[in-house]
């Protein structure tokens, strides 16, 4: 159906940034809506930021005027820039696309996570 493949985590110190990607391929008719979401060890995932087929954005709280979400259609893409990071900001990152892979049929699909860790 549809396959994520994420990039771009990583070690990054207070204050720094990290640009995550999302690459959707596989059999996509159409994607409504891209996201990041955010998992700590032993909690739920969290919404970060979403991203729809007509440039609608949503931003958690915590994250609004320091993460930036855009998307690439042409390439089926969607970005995460993270400023200004924080520690509370570490967790594994995960992408999300709500896409039909036929005229018809849709579904949720998740990236494998990436890794975010902001420390000193």
């Known amino acids: 159906q549809v396959q994520l493949v994420e990039s771009g985590g990583g070690l990054v110190q207070p204050g720094g940034s990290l640009r995550l990607s999302c690459t959707a391929s596989?059999?996509?008719?159409?994607?409504?809506?891209m996201a990041w979401y955010r998992q700590v060890q032993g909690k739920e995932r969290d919404l970060v930021a979403s991203?729809?087929?007509?440039?609608?954005?949503n931003y958690a709280d915590s994250v609004k005027g320091r993460f930036t979400i855009s998307r690439d259609n042409a390439q089926n893409t969607v970005y995460l820039q993270m400023d200004s990071l924080k520690p509370d900001d570490s967790a594994v990152y995960y992408c999300?696309?709500?896409?039909?892979?036929?005229?018809?049929?849709?579904?949720?699909?998740w990236g494998q996570g990436t890794q975010v860790a902001v420390s000193s």
């Open positions: 596989g059999s996509i008719f159409r994607i409504v809506s």
């Open positions: 991203i729809n087929a007509g440039g609608n954005i």
């Open positions: 999300n696309v709500y896409a039909y892979y036929t005229n018809r049929q849709w579904d949720a699909f």
